[in-house]
């Protein structure tokens, strides 16, 4: 637990410090009246690296406003202004308004997250016994397999366990192009896969499922990852690949807020610290803002470093 000492020392805005230190601000913060106000998707990590953002933003004297959006229609949002930020976007999830806006110049990527990511599809141990061959992905077209892994929902298709349909995913077209014969099932929640997951592991049921790295499920549960069919490089849309996470920003941010542009286009999250925040909020019932306030504690030096790089 954090000090009431850290906490407080935490309430002053860096820009006061700076202001001591140095007579004049070559960056100037902008509009401080007006919110940043930062997308919050459906899943965790997404969630500790938002309010990361929050509390840099805040930090440095600007107000900040977390506004749930859906993973795509946040898009929209951005595009239109009424969202400014959102600092943890996988590019395996656009959707059809995020190229036209970007085109259009009404969002703007401002570089990699820094998180070391893993996008694809992942089965349990248990499925080697019903799918031999795997981990190469021309193992899901034996018919036993296919059989084994179908049910009366898909037959006679295999069934693939996807990410919730307002997460949008490339799992169907990669099944049509490389002719592999499942039939895509959204999940209802992260935490529905997750929960399908864990029950298929502890009753030894073959499974085959689309997910992601980090999460903290899979410092406890054994799978392995399937080797994706050969990728189409003239349509990647329909392709699944590990993403460089990216940060995304509604297009007059440099303009209204030209120091907080400054600090969120330094901002890095890394894998392994991510995954270790998931693990203690999701599983140890840490709260999100303990679990962000220990990151600012042990990251310091690399926060204070992008506030002096958004100063000048």
């Given at each position: 637990m954090l000090t009431n000492i850290k906490i407080a020392l935490w309430a002053v805005p860096i820009s006061l410090g700076l202001a001591a230190s140095s007579s004049a601000i070559a960056k100037p913060l902008g509009d401080t009246n007006t919110a940043i106000k930062i997308a919050i998707n459906e899943w965790t990590g997404q969630n500790l690296t938002a309010h990361i953002a929050g509390k840099l933003l805040e930090k440095l004297g600007y107000k900040v406003e977390y506004v749930t959006a859906g993973t795509l229609p946040q898009f929209t949002g951005i595009a239109s202004g009424n969202l400014s930020l959102s600092p943890e976007v996988w590019p395996s999830n656009l959707g059809d308004v995020y190229p036209k806006a970007k085109?259009?110049?009404?969002?703007?990527?401002?570089?990699?997250?820094?998180?070391?990511?893993?996008?694809?599809?992942?089965?349990?141990?248990?499925t080697k016994a019903v799918c031999p061959g795997l981990p190469d992905w021309t193992a899901l077209k034996n018919p036993a397999c296919v059989q084994a892994l179908a049910t009366p929902e898909t037959f006679p298709n295999g069934r693939l366990l996807d990410y919730p349909a307002d997460w949008g995913?490339?799992?169907?077209?990669?099944?049509?192009?490389?002719?592999?014969?499942?039939?895509?099932?959204p999940a209802g929640s992260e935490g529905a896969l997750i929960a399908e997951l864990q029950a298929a592991t502890a009753a030894h049921k073959p499974l085959l499922?689309?997910?992601?790295?980090?999460?903290?499920?899979?410092?406890?549960?054994?799978?392995?990852w399937l080797e994706m069919p050969p990728c189409d490089e003239s349509n990647l849309a329909e392709c699944i690949v590990a993403p460089p996470v990216i940060k995304v920003v509604w297009s007059g941010f440099a303009e209204k807020w030209p120091a907080g542009y400054a600090l969120m286009k330094s901002l890095q999250v890394h894998a392994d610290d991510q995954q270790k925040m998931i693990?203690?909020?999701?599983?140890?019932?840490?709260?999100?803002?303990?679990?962000?306030?220990?990151?600012?504690?042990?990251?310091?030096?690399?926060?204070?470093?992008?506030?002096?790089a958004a100063q000048n």
């Open positions: 085109a259009e110049g009404k969002l703007e990527e401002i570089g990699e997250l820094g998180l070391q990511t893993r996008d694809g599809w992942i089965y349990t141990v248990d995913s490339a799992s169907g077209p990669e099944l049509k192009n490389a002719d592999i014969p499942f039939t895509t099932v499922m689309r997910f992601w790295a980090p999460h903290w499920v899979l410092t406890e549960v054994p799978v392995e693990y203690a909020v999701d599983k140890q019932g840490r709260s999100l803002d303990v679990a962000v306030d220990e990151w600012m504690d042990q990251h310091q030096s690399d926060w204070q470093g992008w506030f002096k």
